[in-house]
Nanobody, 120 residues
């Protein structure tokens, strides 16, 4: 199972970016998908998660600015980031809880990370 993230970059404060993360490989089912971030010198933290039925949760710091969504047919999760702030600067990682064919357990998989830099 591979998760390929894209869409990061450099943007000015107040701007927007949209991240995408596509899952591929031997996949029977995907439960929760989500986005995490890690700033320099800090621990990785959850940004937003979404269930396979569309239920969402957000970190307090991004509520009202970020929107997580997914396309189950494409096995892809998105993160629309608006009103970006310098404190949003981090490497963003996608995550998926995957059941592989023939397995009875779900496992978490991570994407490679994409850099988001917000200048003031």
């Amino acid at each position: 199972v591979q998760l390929q993230a894209s869409g990061g970059g450099l943007v000015q404060a107040g701007g927007s970016l949209r991240l995408s993360c596509a899952a591929s490989g031997s996949i029977f089912k995907i439960n929760d998908m989500g986005w995490y971030r890690q700033a320099p010198g800090k621990q990785r933290e959850v940004v937003a998660t979404i269930t396979n039925s569309g239920g969402t949760n957000y970190a307090d710091s991004v509520k009202g600015r970020f929107t997580v969504s997914r396309d189950n047919a494409k096995k892809t999760v998105y993160l629309q980031m608006n009103s970006l702030k310098p404190e949003d600067t981090a490497v963003y990682y996608c995550n998926a809880n995957v059941l592989r064919p023939g397995s009875v357990y779900f496992n978490f998989y991570w994407g490679q990370g994409t850099q988001v830099t917000v200048s003031s």
